[in-house]
């Protein structure tokens, strides 16, 4: 497995503290674990933002002038890191060069969910199991806890499955859910939705063919791709023998692929939470990045992927999200969805 770039400047950020002699073990054990680095609220503000000189800044023992520089040198060496800005308020924010994203593709169709997992580091997680599936509660609990298993398989982060007690039925009935809905849709319409979902459940919502429903737009994407010949399969023999990937300008091309190298947050969220949602969330955001560069180029009716000088990079952009989705459904247990025609 590759290693992202949170675990990169993660890492970074580890060994600059380690490196300052002045500073006791347990004050830099206490900073750690009080210290923030994730993409920032605003996504115009950079890719990665970081506390960590708001925490440092009131310590008497360290030159904070000194390690400001030093901390800001660490992120600056990072791979593909473009800009590192200290802001007014004392954040740290990191942006990367566009081709960064673009060049991890190819490891992203050859690894597909496994990317970027390596280094993780979390606390072992609880995951409710039902001792009884009678309802729409305890059915997507099971589903859930059978995620969160491939999960921890696929991360190597261990999961500690607390078996909830016995309790009656409540809400939606199930057997009317998956009567009409189908046993697959209704496990793909829970997990892919907030716990909320349950308590005002929908058949209706629960399978409707809008791009705002993942159980729509998430195997929608999957099959598009399957007719624009952009299957994962069909571009890994050319992501090892090496593409130009500079041929990818537009902007929805790179927000893809930034939003390709962001599923290592997705599945460290879906972890630190004990829920696959987040997992889910991730696959739907991916689609309708796709759907909006769809929009914008029309592969179908323009020359998109017929350019023989562009086709092989703009392969390599959609088989990674082949690779992903493909992988992401796997894991969430609901990869025998119907596509929809």
């Given amino acids: 497995m590759s290693i992202s770039y ?6 970074a950020l580890k060994t ?23 993409p920032p609220r605003e996504r115009s503000w950079g890719d990665l933002s970081t506390n960590i000189l708001i925490l440092l800044k009131s310590k008497q023992e360290i030159s904070f002038d000194s390690i400001e520089k ?8 990072l791979e593909g890191v473009d800009e590192v800005r200290h802001e007014g308020n004392d954040y740290i924010n990191i942006r990367y060069r566009p081709d960064y994203w673009l060049d991890q593709l190819p490891l992203i169709i050859e690894e597909g969910a496994a990317y970027g997992l390596e280094g993780m580091t979390l606390e072992a997680v609880a995951v409710p199991v039902p001792a009884e599936v009678n309802d729409l509660l305890s059915c997507r609990q099971q589903v859930n806890a059978a995620a969160m298993a491939e999960l921890s398989m696929l991360s190597g982060i ?11 039925a409540v809400g939606f009935p199930l057997a009317a859910a998956i009567s009409r809905c189908t046993e697959v849709k209704t496990h793909f319409a829970l997990i892919a939705s907030p716990a909320g979902f349950i308590d005002a459940f929908s058949p209706i919502l629960a399978i409707d063919r809008t791009y705002d429903n993942p159980v729509f737009a998430i195997p929608y994407a999957r099959m598009m791709l399957g007719r624009l010949g952009a299957t ?35 599945v460290e969220r879906a972890l630190k939470a004990a829920d696959g949602f987040h997992l889910a969330a991730h696959l739907q955001e991916l689609s309708l990045l796709f759907f909006r560069l769809f929009d914008i180029v029309h592969p179908v009716s323009s020359t998109y ?6 086709r092989p990079a703009r392969l390599q952009l959609l088989g990674a999200l082949d690779a992903v989705i493909n992988d992401g459904v796997r894991v969430l247990g609901v990869d025998m969805v119907k596509e929809y025609a």
Wanted: negative net charge; proline residues 6%; contains cysteine.
């Fill in 70 to 77: 030093s901390l800001v040198s660490a992120f600056e060496r």
């Fill in 232 to 266: 994962s399969e069909q571009t890994k023999a050319e992501a090892k023998n090496g593409v130009d990937m500079s041929i990818l300008t537009l902007p929805e091309e790179v927000t893809l692929a930034r939003g390709l190298c962001s599923g290592p947050l997705a």
């Fill in 16 to 38: 600059a503290l380690e490196d300052i002699e002045a500073l006791p073990d347990a004050v830099r054990q206490e900073i750690l674990k009080e210290a923030v680095l994730r």
């Fill in 158 to 168: 261990d999961i500690e499955q607390e078996e909830l007690p016995q309790r009656p």
């Fill in 6 to 11: 949170l675990n990169q400047a993660r890492k």
């Fill in 305 to 310: 992927l017929t350019l023989l000088e562009a």
